[in-house]
């Protein structure tokens, strides 16, 4: 199961994530934030392919993946990671060297077979 959060926009008050482990096909795993393969049924049964997104080209933007999946994180979670530290955080697959979340942000959050929640309440966002 892939999870993949993007901000609409700076006003985000509360964002909580909660990964629990879930069984998916191998062809949610072929999806991704930068090739979404929106013309496969199986990863996107909802869309009938008239949706103007599916054919809009978009900038690309930066993906921002949680590097501890198992891992819980944020200022209210006890024994939380610091969601604002870099280390735990990849952007486009590298180390982050800074965390910035914007309109051109996307989260993603790993499968980990243990539950986890990344939550960014009163964290600044």
Same mark, same amino acid.
């Given at each position: 199961m892939k999870i993949? =959060?993007? *901000?609409?926009?700076l006003g985000v008050v509360c964002f909580v994530v909660s990964v629990s482990p879930v069984f998916a096909s191998a062809a949610y795993d072929?999806?991704?934030a930068g090739a979404p393969d929106f013309q496969n049924a199986e990863v996107w049964p909802m869309l009938e392919g008239k %949706? !103007? *997104? +599916?054919?809009?080209e978009w900038? %690309? #933007?930066? +993906?921002? %993946?949680? =590097? !501890?999946p198992g891992q819980s994180g944020g200022p !209210? +979670?006890? !024994? #939380?990671? &610091?969601?604002? &530290?870099p280390a735990n955080w990849l952007v486009n697959g590298q180390p982050a060297t800074e965390v910035r979340v914007d309109e051109n942000t996307d989260l993603y959050f790993p499968d980990s077979d243990t539950e986890y929640k990344v939550v960014f309440l009163n964290a600044g966002v």
């Open positions: 993949i =959060a993007h *901000f609409l926009s072929s999806a991704t %949706e !103007n *997104f +599916v054919t809009q900038p %690309e #933007g930066r +993906v921002m %993946e949680w =590097a !501890n !209210n +979670v006890r !024994n #939380g990671l &610091d969601i604002w &530290d």
